[in-house]
């Protein structure tokens, strides 16, 4: 049995030392050097300065606004990837000729890293050369070129739309798994009690896969909040900080600035930040449907 438990124990190691090395170390790396000035170009001088990292961060005009941002990018993103993921799944539970070829195509979004979707729709909405532009000409939607990402106007749309593109696969994908599992008996009972197709969906299908779908918009609003990889392709935060969520910003705050202080204090403020959104999201939808998915 000793020998045993050895075995298993020297087994494991290699794995404990990667998550310890690589996960744990670094997190707590993070969480002290926000209680210091940190900055990268000056490491003879590393100091606590308490919670100072924390008080500028609250003082300062772009971190504000990547408040305000993240809320409006997580919300209006995760809106409308599920409403339409729902809606493409629910069009793909049905069988029809070439269904295989068409989920491909309607997937294939979800197998791009978020940077080079970003580099894609930067071109498309390019005010010169950029095919939405074309396109709104071409059919006299506008009158002239709108410049989608130099606008602030309309930057946050567009890093928005780019990034439902993106997630709405996902949504498919998951929720087209939980409609597969529907008992078809149930949808017999609602005919033969004369349920229109909205009441099956609102009184059979969706209660049926809520745990899916609780579960799938708690995670994705956790990975919208802390990626920043389209809006680093798209706008690199621009025009002057309009796009910037808190994520991009304290990229931005590393790679440009060498602020690893006030960097690890943004992230430590986003950690937070999730902790209430999971606590609040899972009492408000009952936490035991999520043990059921």
């Not at 491909?104 to 580099?119: H, K, M, P, V």
């Amino acid at each position: 049995m000793k020998n045993q438990r050895i075995f298993i124990l020297s087994g494991l190691l290699p794995a404990l030392c990667l998550v310890l090395v690589f996960t744990y170390y670094p997190f707590l790396k993070g969480i002290l050097m926000a209680f210091q000035d940190y900055k990268l170009f000056d490491l003879r001088n590393v100091h606590f300065v308490g919670l100072s990292n924390f008080k500028a961060a609250f003082k300062d005009p772009k971190f504000l606004m990547a408040m305000k941002n993240s809320a409006y990018w997580v919300f209006c993103s995760l809106i409308l990837q599920f409403i339409l993921g729902l809606l493409l799944a629910l069009a793909m539970k049905k069988q029809f000729r070439g269904r295989g070829i068409y989920q491909g195509f309607a997937f294939y979004s979800w197998a791009l890293s978020g940077f080079l979707i970003g580099l894609i729709w930067k071109w498309m909405f390019n005010s010169q050369i950029g095919v939405v532009n074309d396109l709104l000409l071409k059919f006299g939607i506008i009158h002239e070129r709108i410049g989608f990402l130099s606008d602030p106007k309309w930057a946050m749309v567009s890093v928005i739309v780019a990034n439902v593109w993106y997630g709405v696969a996902f949504f498919a994908i998951m929720l087209l798994a939980a409609l597969q599992s529907v008992p078809g008996e149930l949808y017999e009972a609602a005919d033969m009690d004369g349920a229109t197709g909205m009441r099956k969906l609102l009184n059979v299908t969706l209660p049926y896969i809520m745990p899916t779908i609780i579960a799938t918009t708690l995670l994705r609003a956790i990975w919208i909040f802390n990626d920043p990889t389209i809006i680093y392709g798209l706008t690199n935060g621009g025009p002057a900080g309009t796009t910037h969520i808190l994520s991009s910003l304290m990229l931005d705050k590393i790679l440009y600035g060498g602020d690893y202080g006030a960097a690890s204090a943004i992230g430590i403020i986003m950690i937070i930040i999730l902790l209430l959104y999971t606590i609040f999201f899972l009492t408000v939808t009952k936490a035991e449907k999520v043990g059921d998915f």
